[in-house]
């Protein structure tokens, strides 16, 4: 009988995008020449940009009900700052103005967020925890819809996310 790969749950899924941004980063910080910084934030873009979607799309309503309704709040309204950083940095070059207080500001917001959903006391994922949701058969949703995101990403196809709580 195939061994299979254990399913990652929801919160192990969104942990590992946290640590790949973490690394991208510091990636960055340590990496000289423009062409290769731009290359880096671009991927850092990709990764919040499809880490956003799933939570928003899939772990947040999961959680609606078990988590408090303004750590939810604030996690979408940090969300959407981080969008607008996002499409900033896409749309320009290691060679523009304040393109490195950006991607500065931009890990910041991120450190913040992520200290809030994994290791504040009460933390959105404690609270997840403490839930009645299936966080297996969650991150299974979540791991699906990540899949095809990364396929739009490659293809050059990813949109990016509305945002919900600083509507233009």
Do not use: N
Not at 4 to 18: G, K, M
Not at 152 to 167: H, T
């Amino acid at each position: 009988m195939a061994k299979q790969s254990p399913t990652r749950d929801a919160l192990q899924l969104l942990a590992d995008d946290h640590r790949t941004v973490e690394a991208l980063f510091e990636k960055f910080e340590t990496t000289r020449g423009a062409a290769t910084q731009q290359k880096i934030v671009q991927q850092i873009c990709e990764e919040l940009t499809i880490h956003c979607i799933i939570e928003e799309q899939v772990f947040y309503p999961a959680v609606r009900e078990a988590a408090d309704d303004d750590m939810l709040d604030e996690a979408q309204v940090e969300h959407d700052s981080a969008k607008v950083l996002i499409e900033s940095l896409q749309a320009s070059t290691p060679e523009d103005p304040f393109y490195e207080a950006k991607v500065s500001v931009l890990k910041e917001q991120v450190e913040h967020h992520v200290y809030e959903e994994e290791r504040q006391r009460g933390s959105i994922f404690a609270q997840a925890r403490r839930s009645e949701v299936d966080l297996v058969a969650l991150g299974a949703q979540m791991a699906e819809l990540k899949a095809e995101l990364k396929a739009q990403a490659k293809a050059g196809s990813l949109e990016a996310p509305e945002k919900v709580a600083l509507r233009a």
